[in-house]
T-cell receptor, first 111, second 117 residues
């Protein structure tokens, strides 16, 4: 079975500083990996996806993630946090049509 | 294009009552999914429709939950009778046809927050 582990339940950063959200996956074969974001009272929005093409994936709003098979990681980064990045972020692995979600990382951004 | 819409956005009911949640997928999306997040837990898969057929309902918690998708358009998820542990946020998602290995992304609705008191 495939699964993901998000290593931090909460991350707090200052506006303008880098953001790092960590995710490790478990998969018996090359996985499809995603990052979703949920802003308060909103639905889940796809940030980016990895599907065995380039290992460095660029997403929306300046986010990117790097797939590292040797480390079984898919960490999400952004060079400079903005107040609007405050939200909950989910690392997700897909097996056929079924998504398995990580527990989520809540990001707070300090002015 | 309009996104996935869910109704109602919030529902507060008493234990033992019945609640029906509705999901309208993006037009033309054959795949429809239900997920839920109970308090403090991870988002979990409930079931998957392809058009009007249930492809996989392995995530449905018990027989108090009934999902339908008549005509392959909108879907309903009924909980009868509701219990306290059913409280949480119920998400609907849809995607285009593409088969099991398709990389078509899932588009999620805003969710329905269900509170059972």
């Amino acid at each position: 079975a495939q699964s993901v582990t998000q290593l931090d339940s909460h991350v707090s950063v200052s506006e303008g500083t880098p953001v790092l959200l960590r995710c490790n996956y478990s998969s018996s074969y090359s996985p499809s990996l995603f990052w979703y974001v949920q802003h308060p009272n909103k639905g889940l929005q796809l940030l980016l996806k990895y599907t065995s093409a380039a290992t460095l994936v660029k997403g929306i709003n300046g986010f990117e993630a790097e797939f590292k098979k040797s480390e079984t990681s898919f960490h999400l980064t952004k060079p400079s946090a903005h107040m609007s990045d405050a939200a909950e972020y989910f690392c997700v692995v897909r097996s056929n049509y079924k998504l398995s979600f990580g527990a989520g990382t809540t990001v707070t951004v300090r002015a | 294009e309009a996104g996935v819409t869910q109704f109602p956005s919030h529902s507060v009911i008493e234990k033992g009552q019945t609640v029906t949640l509705r999901c309208d997928p993006i037009s033309g999306h054959d795949n429809l999914y239900w997920y839920r997040r109970v308090m403090g837990k991870e988002i979990k898969f409930l079931l998957h429709f392809v058009k009007e057929s249930k492809q996989d309902e392995s995530g449905m918690p018990n027989n108090r939950f009934l999902a339908e998708r008549t005509g392959g358009t909108y879907s309903t998820l009924k909980v009868q009778p509701a219990e306290l542990e059913d409280s949480g946020v119920y998400f609907c998602a849809s995607s285009r046809t593409g088969g099991a290995q398709s990389n078509s992304p899932l588009h999620f609705g805003n969710g329905t927050r269900l509170t059972v008191t």
